[in-house]
Nanobody, 123 residues
Framework: QLQLVESGGGLVRPGGSLRLSCTAS????????IGWFRQAPGKEREGVSY????????DTADSVKGRFTISRVNAKNTVYLQMNSLKPEDTAVYYC????????????????WGQGTQVTVSS
């Protein structure tokens, strides 16, 4: 069983930055593609970004492209989401998820999920 734990969320002013971390334990981390998702109140969970097993392939949703960057350090079993130029509409619970087979922005592609970390962008 793969366990995922997100951290790094918090309250930030518009235009500010946060770096989220997703740390894994339980299985060999290098085998997994990792995705970041978010869910705002009253909305469906949406894909934000993903990265493949070795970090060579990434993709990012149009809504955050140019502002968010995904990366990973397999030696630390950790994937990061650097979020810059944050906007109030980025407010959501952010989740990371893992899949051995798929890399996509679709929630149905992922088998393991973390509990989420709250990001609030407000002045």
């Amino acid at each position: 069983q793969l366990q995922l734990v997100e951290s790094g969320g918090g309250l930030v002013r518009p235009g500010g930055s946060l770096r989220l971390s997703c740390t894994a334990s339980g299985y060999t981390f290098d085998y997994y593609n990792i995705g970041w998702f978010r869910q705002a109140p009253g909305k469906e969970r949406e894909g934000v970004s993903y990265i493949n097993q070795n970090g060579a392939i990434t993709d990012t949703a149009d809504s955050v492209k140019g502002r968010f960057t995904i990366s990973r350090v397999n030696a630390k079993n950790t994937v990061y989401l650097q979020m810059n130029s944050l906007k109030p509409e980025d407010t959501a619970v952010y989740y990371c998820a893992a899949s051995r087979k798929y890399k996509s922005l679709r929630t149905s592609s992922y088998d393991y999920w973390g509990q989420g970390t709250q990001v609030t962008v407000s002045s």
